[in-house]
């Protein structure tokens, strides 16, 4: 932002006074009056200009986006202005900065448990998770603006929470190259934050400062909806933005149907009207004109994240091909048309969550696993670009492009249907030992109820084994996943400690309970190796000290003399190895760790 002169300085806290009646005092008024008018016109600063006062970077130059230090100085000179606006900070980010929300409320109310007894709905805004896209701080910093003065009345129904800047490392780290393709703005953040982590993929495992601060955030408001504002990649085609809705299959089914039927077909309605027409996300195998697909929202990304606490979320998507000023206005108009919609579904909206919570509640049974169905396919009217070839100017080869002299609008796949591909049924509760005290912390912070153990005891309890499982080769945001997780399961007798940890399934949180325990899940806390310590076998043999023991066992143990037995004759490559044999031996006897392979996270079903 521009240095300020005399008037600019003063304006702000004229504003501020003005809006606490008592601290204007005769004294007060004359003297500020007087240095106003010794440095600009007052009247006209005021009355005539006051939204160009509070311009943003972007409104005075297209091609400019607001840096990191220039949203927060916006919203920082903005708050005076007006008693339905508070900027407070919130928990720390990687960046060694702190994370904001921007609260706007237009019954000045600023804490949940009042926004809760006012009935308003909760809308949850996100900026510059990838920082390189920064079509939300600019839209955000104008919109918040426009709800505290001309449109005012979109704040009827509404409390939104706006974090300015997320990724604030990855801001910080501006240039005007790391996103090749993209046109404009002249200068953006970069996609990793400080950690080089990418920050939509961290939600569940909470590497980051950023998304610890972010969960205990999102879990204080508890938002009724959540929009997290991006840029995409790939195809070339007609629209300037994109949405990425809750996957229908997997939110609630109350939800869902409420988004699918109501919801989605309104913003879209109201986006074509403001001559912003959307498109769902384009997530296509070759070219649009082949078909799109549906995206699935993993608990890693915002989206799915969201989805476990019952939140409909929403992932604008502008196209990076399209003019910043555009992209930016379409994300103003989306955010806009948003609120527009709650307006006029405040109850139903709110209605349908709490059918929602309590439905999860009681629930019995949870997919965990999902694919795409192909076999079911809609059709969606499409607006793109002829993709053609011709020949590379670099490489003298072919190359694909998308030839925007030729437009087509036609009918095209969209296969938004996916199917569960392994459900489980929950336990009455879950028992963790106290020993693991960051997978307690991480429940805790997003609003999961949790008991203690009052004293020693055995409990029979239902155990995991880790059977089988694949780890990636390489590493993807600083963790090897394990995937294709096989368990088996049985009742076991467990030495439970004063102090470990209930954490029963009565609860509307289950949803974010159950995905992140269950070792099957694809973002489990077990897939993002927070329980490796098991998959390590800390005890072992020594063969030629084993071998008279091992005749022992089986000498006493007849079940497992005749299964060793019937293994060496039906396998001569175990018949051929000594030490195989003596391996099984070992492992069905009372010798082999309890603890290795079994998962330390037990199921009480009774």
């Not at 448990?113 to 009935?119: N, W």
């Not at 059977?467 to 007798?493: C, F, M, R, W």
């Amino acid at each position: 932002m521009p240095n300020l002169n005399l008037g600019e300085i003063l304006i702000p806290k004229l504003i501020k006074l003005a809006a606490n009646k008592r601290a204007m005092n005769r004294l007060f008024i004359p003297l500020l009056t007087m240095l106003l008018f010794s440095s600009c016109n007052m009247s006209k600063m005021l009355n005539e200009n006051k939204s160009k006062y509070f311009n943003t970077p972007f409104e005075k130059n297209n091609e400019t986006s607001s840096s990191y230090q220039e949203a927060i100085k916006f919203y920082k000179i903005l708050e005076p202005s007006s008693k339905m606006i508070q900027v407070n900070e919130f928990g720390m980010t990687d960046s060694g900065n702190p994370l904001h929300e921007v609260i706007l409320s237009k019954d000045k109310i600023f804490t949940p448990q009042e926004v809760a007894k006012s009935g308003k709905v909760v809308l949850m805004v996100n900026n510059g998770i990838h920082a390189g896209e920064p079509c939300g701080i600019d839209a955000s910093m104008m919109l918040a603006r426009d709800l505290i003065n001309s449109k005012t009345n979109l704040l009827d129904s509404t409390v939104v929470i706006i974090v300015p800047v997320y990724n604030i490392g990855g801001s910080l780290n501006r240039g005007g190259f790391s996103r090749a393709n993209q046109n404009g703005p002249k200068e953006y953040g970069f996609r990793g934050n400080s950690k080089n982590l990418d920050l939509n993929r961290d939600f569940i495992k909470s590497d980051s400062e950023n998304a610890r601060s972010f969960n205990r955030l999102f879990n204080k408001w508890n938002p009724d909806i959540f929009i997290d504002n991006h840029t995409s990649n790939g195809a070339d085609y007609q629209y300037v933005i994109t949405l990425i809705a809750t996957q229908k299959d997997k939110i609630e089914a109350n939800l869902s149907r409420f988004m699918v039927n109501d919801m989605l077909p309104d913003l879209y309605a109201k986006m074509n009207d403001k001559k912003y027409e959307m498109t769902p996300y384009v997530n296509v195998r070759n070219t649009p004109d082949e078909g799109i697909a549906a995206f699935l929202d993993l608990p890693r990304y915002s989206s799915g994240y969201a989805v476990l606490h019952n939140t409909i979320s929403f992932m604008p998507e502008t196209h990076m091909f399209k003019p910043y000023k555009d992209r930016v206005w379409s994300t103003y108009y989306f955010m806009e048309s948003m609120l527009e919609y709650i307006n006029v579904n405040k109850e139903a909206i709110q209605a349908v969550r709490r059918q929602a919570n309590n439905n999860v509640k009681i629930q019995e049974r949870f997919d965990l696993n999902w694919e795409l169905d192909f076999d079911v396919e809609d059709q969606l009217l499409f607006k793109g670009y002829v993709s053609k070839t011709k020949k590379s100017k670099v490489t003298g080869l072919d190359r694909m492009y998308y030839d925007r002299s030729d437009p087509f609008e036609k009918m095209i796949p969209f296969y938004n249907t996916y199917k569960s591909t392994l459900t489980i049924e929950k336990p009455k509760s879950y028992i963790i030992p106290q020993a693991y005290k960051d997978i307690i912390e991480k429940l805790k912070v997003n609003g999961v109820k949790i008991e203690q153990i009052p004293e020693d005891q055995i409990m029979n309890l239902q155990v995991y084994r880790i059977e089988d499982y694949q780890t990636a080769k390489s590493p993807y945001e600083g963790h090897y996943i394990h995937s294709k997780v096989q368990l088996s399961s049985k009742n076991e007798d467990i030495q439970l400690y004063a102090g470990d940890f209930i954490v029963n399934t009565d609860q509307i949180k289950n949803r974010y309970i159950i995905e992140t325990l269950e070792p099957q899940a694809p973002d489990s806390w077990f897939a993002w190796n927070f329980f490796d310590g098991i998959l390590m076998q800390k005890e072992y043999f020594s063969p030629y000290v084993f071998e008279e023991l091992a005749e022992e066992l089986l000498k006493k143990d007849r079940k497992l003399k005749n299964d060793f037995e019937e293994k060496l004759e039906n396998e001569p490559e175990f018949k051929e190895s000594s030490y195989q044999q003596l391996n099984y031996i070992y492992e069905h006897s009372p010798y082999y760790e309890k603890t290795y392979k079994r998962y330390p996270v037990y199921r009480k079903m009774d």
